[in-house]
């Protein structure tokens, strides 16, 4: 069905979107794994229990890009993923993404709008520079694995 099969093409997306996460990049952390947290985020998203929205980019009945937005007080909307496949990349997408999801949030009362994302990853960074966001802070987040012989 359509359903099942856009369901399936924002899933492929999300994990695409995590590409960069410290959930891929950590050598300890199972490609598997990380797939199955990208996905449940996004159905969880879909769901509405991590988002109140999901807006799509759809070329010729394609999804092509997404975004999630959420709620964090009454005045901060949170961007939490946002996809654009990569065949499709470099036109603009992304930037047509985030407007409307800015446009969006503005529509249902917010005045501030956040987003998170990892600082080597230069799309994602450049992105979002080039749609109004200013660096507000920089955390450093590692992960602590225990040695299993200890």
């Not at 794994?33 to 996905?39: A, I, S």
């Not at 769901?47 to 109140?52: G, M, Q, V």
């Not at 939490?80 to 997408?93: H, K, Y």
């Amino acid at each position: 069905s359509e359903d099942s099969n856009s369901l399936e093409e924002i899933r492929l997306l999300a994990i695409q979107s995590g590409i960069h996460s410290r959930f891929r990049v950590d050598k300890k952390f199972d490609n598997k794994d990380y797939q199955k947290l990208y996905q449940t985020w996004i159905d969880k998203s879909i769901s509405k229990e991590l988002a109140i929205e999901v807006l799509v980019k759809k070329i010729n009945s394609k999804i092509v890009g997404f975004t999630t937005i959420n709620k964090k007080t009454n005045e901060l909307a949170d961007i939490g993923l946002v996809a654009v496949d990569e065949n499709f990349r470099g036109r603009g997408i992304g930037k047509e993404l985030i407007k409307k999801t800015i446009s969006y949030a503005k529509s249902l009362g917010f005045s501030r709008l956040q987003v998170v994302t990892q600082l080597d990853n230069i799309s994602a960074t450049s992105l979002y520079k080039n749609t109004g966001f200013k660096i507000n802070k920089i955390e450093y987040i590692y992960h602590i694995w225990k040695d299993d012989t200890i």
